[in-house]
């Protein structure tokens, strides 16, 4: 039987191999119809199961969630087009502005540590509405706010709960959709991510300019109140857990087991044997053994769609009530193995420092959204002085190229990943290996450096305002397939860890930009803004290039950690395993 969540092949000898976590069977080109997609992960026979729902209702869960996104990230941003009239009312020094806004980025990784661990065990729906209702009071606060403690205090605790932004939408997207069809979902995500970035200080600036700074709270307090009814009655859990068999023998302690399993290199010949699991004792029966592989409940074949291309639902299980699909709260167990609900706070440490893929995938987001973080408090500080003098609505007007350059991206990325998979996984006889998206990410790479550049150079040297749009839109054509497609490729490969993973993504994306920002003020008196970005931009573009080690390599990378992929999916809270 399959342990845990691995893909085996069969050689012509018979031998069974193990392929590395995230290597699965696409395509089956001997298929009667010609080569046709097979549906990653599989679905089982059950209804209620995720990736069985219909199309509209997918789109409908996927939209609320992008929503969700939407008007957490316009309520951190909007703030920016503020800091003006907040600076001529309240008195607040810009030095003290850029400090709040850091003080959010540090609160959004403390957030992601907390929140995610709640969010395996109880599912997803209780915390996109638990972190919509405190956007709503916080949105209060910020209307009548009047000190620099309630600044900080505000900044902190909205990003501590609207850290799950860039975090739980992933983990929506994996429980819905299949291998084929993230790289387009995960673009949408991240251009509604963007594009709030951009649109929030837009709206704002007009409505500051117009009703006063104040009423940019207020209009988020409405927008939120509206929300929350929203997600409360439309929003369902997408966490699956397929039921657990009472006859299926239970892995304990007292228990272990050995199973040695070949791993398949990139070239397809055999790599390296791996013990995987230690037994407790070297006394084991032969019923110890059988009961050894079921640590983890997979579904058995019965369970499983016998269609791999089709939906096949099972008329003898029943469809969950409407209350049932929308209760409060979900708990899900945790597998024996697992020892303690705080694990979930320290393993996503471990993961950064010992998979590259998840240490790959929290450089490049850390590094472009803080260098794109940077680029744009320089710009709402800069550019409201001399040669510039912008008012509030100027200001929210240059992030009109933002928009262009992500919407631009997500145009081009998204599809274009999907397409590059699967036509690579035909040439390779069917099989699905995750760095084929990383392909997609190649000619986007040289937007990157042109773009931060021509923006530099621009708001350095006091150069016309359309140099340092087109700077912007070219930059963020950039970011924002790379930042989707390497997002994504961590999901591809270790799927059933992606939430533990995300989190060490998520706080090494903002302590980027926590340390980028706090820093800004006086690393730019000493250097100049232009020699600060050439800075940043040298280390953007090396952590950038690493692309081709792992395009070349990371196959092996997969197969090397796999024995610790398969230990850390052993301590998830119970859900589908593929």
Not at 29 to 39: Q, V
Not at 53 to 77: D, P, Q, T
Not at 95 to 108: K, M, R, T, W
Not at 168 to 181: N, P
Request: hydrophobic share 45%; with cysteine.
């Amino acid at each position: 039987m399959p342990h845990a969540s691995a893909s085996y092949t069969e050689t012509s000898n018979g031998d069974t191999h193990m392929w590395p976590p995230g290597t699965v069977q696409l395509e089956d080109r001997n298929a009667s119809a010609g080569a046709r997609t097979i549906l990653q992960p599989r679905p089982t026979t059950d209804p209620n199961d995720p990736l069985n729902w219909s199309k509209k209702r997918k789109y409908l869960n996927f939209g609320l969630a992008c929503l969700y996104v939407i008007m957490v990230n316009e309520f951190l941003n909007a703030a920016t087009s503020t800091w003006g009239p907040m600076h001529d009312d309240l008195g607040f020094s810009y030095e003290v502005l850029n400090d709040s806004y850091a003080v959010g980025c540090a609160s959004i990784a403390i957030g992601a540590v907390i929140l995610v661990p709640l969010a395996c065990k109880f599912g997803r729906r209780p915390l996109y509405l638990l972190s919509t209702i405190f956007q709503f009071a916080l949105s209060i606060w910020s209307a009548k706010m009047k000190t620099v403690a309630e600044l900080m205090l505000i900044n902190a605790i909205q990003c501590i709960f609207g850290s799950l932004e860039e975090v739980i939408v992933q983990m929506t997207i994996s429980d819905i959709f299949f291998v084929h069809e993230r790289g387009t979902m995960n673009s949408i995500y991240f251009w509604c991510f963007k594009l709030t970035t951009s649109l929030g200080p837009l709206i704002a600036g007009f409505i500051a300019s117009g009703q006063g700074w104040r009423w940019v709270w207020w209009w988020n307090a409405i927008f939120f109140g509206v929300c929350i009814f929203i997600v409360g009655f439309g929003y369902e859990e997408t966490k699956y857990c397929p039921p657990v068999s009472p006859s299926v023998p239970v892995h304990s302690e007292e228990h272990g087991y050995t199973e040695s399993v070949c791993y398949r290199g990139a070239d397809g010949g055999k790599m390296e044997s791996l013990v995987i699991g230690k037994p407790a004792t070297d006394n084991l029966n032969t019923s110890d053994m059988e009961a050894a592989p079921q640590i983890l409940k997979q579904p058995t074949e019965t369970e499983l769609s016998p269609d791999i291309f089709t939906h096949t639902l099972s008329p003898d299980i029943p469809m969950k009530p409407c209350w049932e699909r929308l209760s409060i709260t979900t708990s899900y167990p945790m597998h024996e193995r697992t020892n303690s609900f705080l694990n979930h706070f320290y393993q996503p440490f471990i993961l950064l420092v010992t998979i590259p893929a998840v240490a790959y995938t929290a450089l490049v987001y850390g590094i472009l959204v803080g260098l794109g973080d940077v680029m744009s408090t320089t710009m709402s500080t800069l550019m409201t002085e001399s040669p510039y003098n912008f008012s509030s609505n100027a200001i929210g007007l240059m992030n009109l190229p933002i928009i262009i350059g992500v919407t631009i991206g997500t145009i081009l990325g998204g599809p274009t990943s999907d397409l590059i998979v699967v036509y690579l996984s035909r040439r390779n006889n069917g099989i699905f290996e995750p760095e084929y998206r990383l392909w997609a990410m190649v000619p986007f790479l040289l937007f990157i450096p042109t773009g931060a550049v021509l923006f530099a150079i621009g708001l350095n040297n006091g150069l016309s305002w359309p140099v340092i749009a087109v700077g912007f839109v070219l930059y963020f054509v950039g970011v924002a397939p790379i930042t989707s497609i390497t997002i994504t490729y961590l999901t591809d490969s270790y799927k059933n860890i992606i939430g533990d993973a995300l989190v060490a993504v998520t706080v090494v994306r903002n302590t980027f930009s926590t340390v980028f920002i706090f820093a800004l003020t006086p690393w730019i008196d000493a250097i100049g803004v232009k020699y600060v970005f050439v800075t940043m931009l040298l280390i953007a573009t090396t952590i950038l290039l690493f692309v081709a080690v792992l395009i070349r390599w990371g196959k092996n990378f997969r197969a090397r950690s796999a024995e610790r992929y398969q230990f850390y999916a052993l301590r998830q809270y119970t859900e589908r395993l593929s």
